[in-house]
Every structure is written in structure tokens, then in C-alpha cells.
């Protein structure tokens, strides 16, 4: 890689890292590099209006509180700004089997006792018939069930500090928001399509990218952003895409935005089962955003279209818009000097709103390992294509688990992921919980155990045993502990605000302050 020429630092030529594209991972990437390293890079951005975003990403998880936090932003502000609106989980229907519903919560179940999670205890009491629903020990549940809102609390020791929260945001503003924030700490954009790419003869890195208007652009780390399309990713020899789609058949969406309906403002997502597929519904300030995850060897577009338009609830905003992806990922993200964050990287379908938080992810690793001097180590670049495989493999098997764990036979789609061979890795998982409600442990990636358990549990499979160590307790001081608990639970929730009324404060307060 060649020195840069723009600015110096400690002796070192700071790197000239050019981001292409300005959908939400561009303007994420952006914004971070110019926030936790300016003194090591130059940031230019590269994006085209006449291509257009993605936009779609609306529904996000708890992790990207620290991105924001991080970049210094003011969450009420940034919440206006997007129109956004909190997130306590996702409500699945109809999936384990129709009239089904749960919700998988941000945040724990009951409270771990003598070093055994909570769960083990509540199957012991559930084989008798007591311990009621597993979903009333979490709080997170119960305040979405209640359209209730009040941040966790930062004690430890208080069972407010069991829950976490997430942002539903409006994808078409986050990126400009975005935008704006990175270009005032030095980000320089640039408009215009990128029509030619040179690359090293010998090394294969990328020299520089040529745009339409014949401007070139030289970098030494290029950052693609650029969405399916992996224009520069895809220029790299051994970068083409890990199918996934055997396990995960939904290639296609059809997105349509709907006016919010009168009533409560939900602080959650709900996934509802379809057909073919299955239906987002993402509550926002101003406006409902909706769309139909399905799979094209099941459902014709029209129908799809049809199916979503009969099913939202509000007046469409917009005619219903065709998206079209393929589950899987890139063998390398990072390979030479291109390493491709966002789409451009893989995607897995929104079941569980991960594109984002995988971003995000590959962001802070791409900066903790930002080469030293301009010298990009192969072991630097190995630990983060590690890191982005570990992070894809482990999510998709938690998507899988949300298709297979049916009893659904209603249609094509769902006897065939119902009947489909899964990944010997989720086979073995699930093999674990059901012989006696075990849980493997991971410390890095998505998801943790109360995660696995809400969808195990949700969809209808129930382990055959507990952890021994549960019977340790006297039976009817362990049903009382329970009941007790549950109480404690709906008590605290009873007292937070609404989640609607706990917004337009925020929104007042800031109208009042500016
Ligand atoms: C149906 C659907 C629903 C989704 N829902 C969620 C969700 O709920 N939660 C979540 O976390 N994620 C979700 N995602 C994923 C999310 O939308 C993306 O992860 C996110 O928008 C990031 O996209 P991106 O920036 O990688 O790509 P894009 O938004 O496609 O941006 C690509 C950028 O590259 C630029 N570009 C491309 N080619 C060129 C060129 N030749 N010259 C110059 N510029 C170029 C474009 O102009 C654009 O700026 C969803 C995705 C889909 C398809």
C-alpha cells in the first residue's frame, strides 16, 4: 500500500480510506473512521443518487446503542431526527404453529438461582403443572405487552437493569443523519457513479476507481459499500458468495410503507408467518413500515404484492417495491486493500433485523485491526474475516431454527422447512436443549442463551429434562419464589410510562430546548 499525502500523524502518513457507497453502511463507516481515527485516516466517500440505498433496514438491535453512543450522538435527538421509535424485541405469529405468538425479548428470563439459569428451575415447575408462562419473567416481554417504555436501569443489583432496548428507525433518514454528522468531523463526499475500477497488476489491490464524470479517485484502504452490487469485493479472486439459500429459501421482499394506524405505538417489531414467508411490521413515529419476506419458488411476485397489500392494517404510503437477495455470504470480506462491510459483505434475511448489527460488527473490527503505517498484515485481515464468518454462521443458525421449529403443513413453504436437513451445528444444539434444556455458550456474536430459549420455547419445543441441580430446592418454596417473582415482574412494568407518552416528552423537551 502506498503512503498517503494528506496529514501527518506521529510520523505516520495518515491512510486515505475511500468508502464506496452512502447507503447506511457507507455513512456508518464513514462517521466511525473520521470519529476513532482521525488522526490515522483521510475518509472519502463515494456515493450516487441515481443508484439509490436499500433503505429498508429499519429495526435494529440493542448493540447499536453503542455506535451512537460512541459517535457521541444525542439519543433523543437522533430518535427525532429518524422518527424513531424503541424496540424491546420481536413478536413472532403463527410461526411454531398458526394462532402462535411470543416475543423474543432484548434481555433475560427470571433470574439465574445458586449458578443455574432461571429456565432449568421453571421446567421443573412447569412438569407440575406451576411456574406459569415462561415469557412473564421477562420484563421486556411484559412491557411490550403493555406498550409500556422507561430506559434500564444502570444498577446491577435491580431487576430493571434485565432488559435492553433497540431503535426502529425510519432507513431513509439514518444515513443522511448519518451524513451530515460525518462530513462536519472532516468526511469528504463525493457524487458521482463509479464506471471503472484499476487494480494493481501484480498485487491485485485496488489502485483508484473511476467515476463517470472521469474524476479518479486513488485510496490506499478502499472501504465497498456498495451494497448487492460488491462492486470492488467482487473484483477479488476466492470472494464469491457462501449459498445458504438450501436452509434459508426467502429471496424476495416486497416492502410498502402504511400510515400509522389510530391506537398505541408498539415498542416492538412483529414478524407474522405468511404463506411463502412471512410479514414485517415495523411501528415508526410517522408511519408503519411493512413488507413480505418470501420465497420465490413458492409465491409468484403479484400474489406476494396481493398478500402483503390485504394484510397491513393502515393506508398504503407508497406502491409495494421489489427487492430481490440471496441468503449467504462473501468467502472473505476483507481481502488485499477492499473490505467489503454491508451488504456488499452477505445478508441474511431480516427475520431477526441482523444487517445492521453485522455492519456494525465489521466496523469496529475493521478499526480495531486498521492497518499500522499503510502495511496490511495477513494475520490482521485473516482475524477479521474470522470474526465476520463467525458472526454470519452463528446467526444463521438461530434464522434457521425459526423455519424448522414448526408444526406448520399448511403450504409448500412451510412442509419444506419443516422437513428440510438442517446444519449439523443447529442439529446438535438442538439436540442439547431437548434432552435437558441446555444451552451452548458463546462469548463473541449473536445470540445469547435467553435468546435460544424465547425461540426454543416459543416454537413449541420443550426439553425432556432440567439441570439436576434445580431439584435442590424445596418444591414449594420454589414455587412461591416463582410466584413471587412473576408479581415483581408486572408490578415494575405497571409503573413505567407508556411508550408513546415517553417519546413526544422527549421530542417537547427538545422542541423546548432548541
Ligand atoms: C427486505 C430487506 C429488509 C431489511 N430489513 C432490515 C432490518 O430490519 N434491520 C437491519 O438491520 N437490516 C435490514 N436490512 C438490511 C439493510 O437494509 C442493509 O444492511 C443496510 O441498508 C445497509 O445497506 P448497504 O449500505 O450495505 O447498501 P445500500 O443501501 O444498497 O447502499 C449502497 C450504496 O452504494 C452506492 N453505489 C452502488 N453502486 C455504485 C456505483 N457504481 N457508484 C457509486 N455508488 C454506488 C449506492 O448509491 C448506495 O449509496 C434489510 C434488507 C432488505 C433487503
Redesign the pocket.
Known amino acids: 500500500m502506498s503512503k498517503g499525502t494528506e496529514g501527518e500523524a506521529a510520523g505516520t502518513a495518515k491512510q486515505r480510506v475511500v468508502v464506496?457507497?452512502?447507503?447506511?453502511?457507507?455513512w456508518m463507516t464513514a462517521a466511525a473512521l473520521v470519529q476513532h481515527l482521525p488522526h490515522a485516516c483521510s475518509v472519502r466517500l463515494?456515493?450516487?443518487a441515481e443508484?439509490?440505498?436499500?433503505?429498508?433496514?429499519?429495526?435494529?438491535l440493542p448493540h447499536i446503542r453503542a455506535f451512537v453512543e460512541e459517535l457521541g450522538l444525542d439519543e433523543a435527538e437522533f430518535m427525532s431526527a429518524t422518527h424513531a421509535t424503541f424496540k424491546l424485541g420481536i413478536e413472532f405469529r403463527d410461526f411454531g404453529r398458526i394462532g402462535d405468538r411470543y416475543l423474543h425479548p432484548f434481555g433475560s428470563f427470571g433470574t439465574e438461582m445458586n449458578g443455574v439459569p432461571f429456565h432449568h428451575y421453571w421446567l421443573r415447575m412447569r412438569e407440575q403443572g406451576r411456574g406459569g408462562d415462561l415469557f412473564d419473567y421477562s420484563i421486556a416481554n411484559r412491557m411490550a405487552a403493555a406498550n409500556r417504555f422507561a430506559p434500564p436501569s444502570t444498577d446491577t443489583n435491580s431487576m430493571l437493569s434485565t432488559y435492553s432496548y433497540a431503535y426502529q428507525f425510519d432507513?431513509t433518514l439514518f444515513a443522511p443523519y448519518l451524513r451530515d454528522h460525518a462530513v462536519a468531523r472532516g468526511a469528504i463526499r463525493t457524487e458521482?457513479?463509479?464506471i471503472d475500477v484499476e487494480l494493481d497488476a501484480e498485487s491485485g489491490d485496488v489502485v483508484a476507481i473511476r467515476l463517470d464524470d472521469g474524476e479518479r479517485i486513488t485510496g490506499d484502504l478502499f472501504v465497498d459499500?456498495?451494497?448487492?452490487?460488491g462492486?470492488l469485493i467482487g473484483q477479488a479472486p476466492g470472494t464469491a458468495g457462501v449459498d445458504w439459500s438450501r436452509w434459508l429459501p426467502c429471496d424476495r421482499?416486497v416492502?410498502m410503507p402504511t400510515v400509522s394506524p389510530p391506537g398505541p405505538i408498539e415498542p416492538y417489531t412483529r414478524a407474522t408467518a405468511m404463506a411463502a414467508g412471512w410479514r414485517w411490521r415495523i411501528p415508526l413515529q410517522h408511519r408503519v413500515g411493512n413488507?413480505y419476506?418470501y420465497s420465490s419458488a413458492h409465491i409468484a411476485d403479484d400474489a406476494a404484492a396481493d398478500a402483503l397489500v390485504a394484510a397491513v392494517e393502515g393506508e398504503p404510503m407508497a406502491e409495494p417495491r421489489l427487492?430481490r437477495?440471496r441468503a449467504g455470504r462473501r468467502k472473505r470480506s476483507w481481502v488485499g486493500n477492499v473490505v467489503s462491510i454491508?451488504?456488499?459483505s452477505g445478508f441474511l434475511e431480516?427475520l431477526e433485523?441482523?444487517?445492521?448489527?453485522l455492519?456494525q460488527g465489521a466496523i469496529t473490527q475493521m478499526i480495531a485491526l486498521f492497518p499500522a503505517g499503510g502495511r496490511i498484515a495477513d494475520e490482521d485481515r485473516d482475524e477479521f474475516n474470522r470474526m465476520v464468518d463467525l458472526e454470519y454462521d452463528r446467526i444463521r443458525d438461530f434464522l434457521i431454527l425459526h423455519y424448522h421449529a414448526t408444526t406448520r403443513d399448511d403450504s409448500s413453504f412451510w412442509n419444506h422447512v419443516r422437513t428440510m436437513s438442517v446444519p449439523d451445528s443447529l442439529q446438535e444444539k438442538m439436540e442439547l436443549f431437548r434432552a435437558a434444556g441446555r444451552i451452548s455458550k458463546y462469548t463473541q456474536g449473536l445470540f445469547l442463551e435467553p435468546s435460544w430459549l424465547a425461540v426454543y420455547i416459543g416454537q413449541g419445543i420443550v426439553p425432556g429434562g432440567w439441570d439436576q441441580r434445580a431439584d435442590a430446592m424445596d418444591p414449594a418454596g420454589l414455587a412461591s419464589a416463582l410466584d413471587r417473582l412473576r408479581g415483581k415482574v408486572a408490578a415494575a412494568v405497571a409503573d413505567m410510562p407508556d411508550h408513546e407518552a415517553f417519546i413526544l416528552r422527549r421530542n417537547a423537551a427538545i422542541e423546548a430546548s432548541s
Request: aromatic share 6%; with cysteine; hydrophobic share 45%.
Open positions: 464506496l457507497g452512502g447507503g447506511t453502511a457507507g463515494v456515493e450516487s443508484i439509490g440505498i436499500v433503505g429498508v433496514g429499519e429495526a435494529t432507513a458521482g457513479k463509479v459499500c456498495s451494497g448487492f452490487r462492486l421482499a416492502a413488507g419476506v427487492l437477495f454491508g451488504l456488499a431480516p433485523s441482523t444487517s445492521i448489527y455492519a
